[in-house]
Nanobody, 123 residues
Framework: QVQLAESGGGLVQAGGSLRLSCAAS????????MGWYRQAPGTQRELVAD???????NYADSVKGRFTISRDHAKNTVYLQMDSLKPDDTAVYYC?????????????????WGQGTQVTVSS
């Protein structure tokens, strides 16, 4: 079983920066795309940014130019550098990874989620 462990959330003033990390651990797995989602109280979970295994990136319009997603294949880790933070960025941020594992003679691909990390931006 693959687990995702997030870190790096916290409280920051508007205009500040935070860096989130998410490391995958387990055995006999392959990570495909990885990404970050967020959910504020009373709202649906939304995509913030994702990155393919080849390094192609995709960002929500609301974070373009302020957030940068990257990944380290050797460490099975994805990062989210968040700059120029705004109060509207306040949410629980969830790591997501599309993971392939061998189940018997079959390759099973499914999404996995981290437990979430709180990001709070004060005005």
């Amino acid at each position: 079983q693959v687990q995702l462990a997030e870190s790096g959330g916290g409280l920051v003033q508007a205009g500040g920066s935070l860096r989130l990390s998410c490391a995958a651990s387990g055995s006999n797995f392959r990570i495909n795309a990885m990404g970050w989602y967020r959910q504020a109280p009373g709202t649906q979970r939304e995509l913030v940014a994702d990155i393919s295994s080849g390094g192609d990136t995709n960002y929500a319009d609301s974070v373009k130019g302020r957030f940068t997603i990257s990944r380290d294949h050797a460490k099975n880790t994805v990062y989210l550098q968040m700059d120029s933070l705004k109060p509207d960025d306040t949410a629980v941020y969830y790591c997501n990874a599309v993971i392939s594992t061998a189940v018997g003679r079959n390759l099973v691909t499914r999404p996995s989620w981290g437990q979430g990390t709180q990001v709070t931006v004060s005005s």
